[in-house]
T-cell receptor, first 115, second 113 residues
Framework: EAQVTQNPRYLITVTGKKLTVTCSQN?????MSWYRQDPGLGLRQIYY???????DKGDVPEGYKVSRKEKRNFPLILESPSPNQTSLYFC??????????????FGPGTRLTVT | LAKTTQPISMDSYEGQEVNITCSHNNIATNDYITWYQQFPSQGPRFIIQGYKTKVTNEVASLFIPADRKSSTLSLPRVSLSDTAVYYC??????????????FGAGTRLFVKA
């Protein structure tokens, strides 16, 4: 089944304790992205990647790192989480490279709480 | 990327047709218009995409006038399960791979029995 998976789905952690949220897709998509969603602020893009070893900042990259060493994986790293990074996080991959397609496939989300 | 403006919320009844309009006055020549649906605590799901005129698939239609400064998502005969937030996005998938993305606030559709 074609899908984007994220782990963990739920995470409660403390300020300053480094964490990684994994994202994997099995559709051979070149493009992947991370979003955070907060009440009243909608979905905001954190980072995106257009290919292996190619990443770029979205609208809210501060406090986050990403890496794209393999096509299927795009982990999100919080080196020193803070309470303002408490949010619902979504990973997405895209079927682009075929002309006009803008369709993104989203993972199930990771609910992160930083205390 | 073109900024989009949508109504914050809409109410409807089961069985009715719902039209959600999105304004995108600064749309660029290469931009496509895409709509997503999101249920609470789930990732957005692609509904439909178009460039001009009309596009129809099994769940919705997308109407785009000649000047492309707006678009209308049409959901025929909505049911309670169509209660969700609907996002309109405008962007140039060809050059950026569709990933410099601005979702906006979306339209919260509430379908009543």
């Amino acid at each position: 089944e074609a899908q984007v998976t994220q782990n963990p789905r739920y995470l409660i952690t403390v300020t300053g304790k480094k964490l990684t949220v994994t994202c994997s897709q099995n559709m051979n998509h070149e493009y992947m992205s991370w979003y955070r969603q907060d009440p009243g602020l909608g979905l905001r893009q954190i980072y995106y990647s257009m290919n292996v070893e190619v990443t770029d900042k979205g609208d809210v990259p501060e406090g986050y790192k990403v890496s794209r060493k393999e096509k299927r994986n795009f982990p999100l790293i919080l080196e020193s989480p803070s309470p303002n990074q408490t949010s619902l996080y979504f990973c997405a991959s895209s079927l682009t490279g075929e002309g006009f397609s803008y369709e993104q496939y989203f993972g199930p989300g990771t609910r992160l709480t930083v205390t | 990327l073109a900024k989009t403006t949508q109504p914050i919320s809409m109410d409807s009844y089961e069985g009715q047709e719902v039209n959600i309009t999105c304004s995108h006055n600064n749309i660029a020549t290469n931009d496509y218009i895409t709509w997503y649906q999101q249920f609470p605590s789930q990732g957005p799901r692609f509904i439909i995409q178009g460039y001009k005129t009309k596009v129809t698939n099994e769940v919705a239609s997308l109407f785009i006038p000649a000047d492309r400064k707006s678009s209308t998502l049409s959901l025929p005969r909505v049911s309670l399960s169509d209660t969700a937030v609907y996002y309109c996005l405008v962007g140039d998938g060809l050059n950026t791979g569709g990933f410099k993305t601005i979702f906006g606030a979306g339209t919260r559709l509430f379908v009543k029995a």
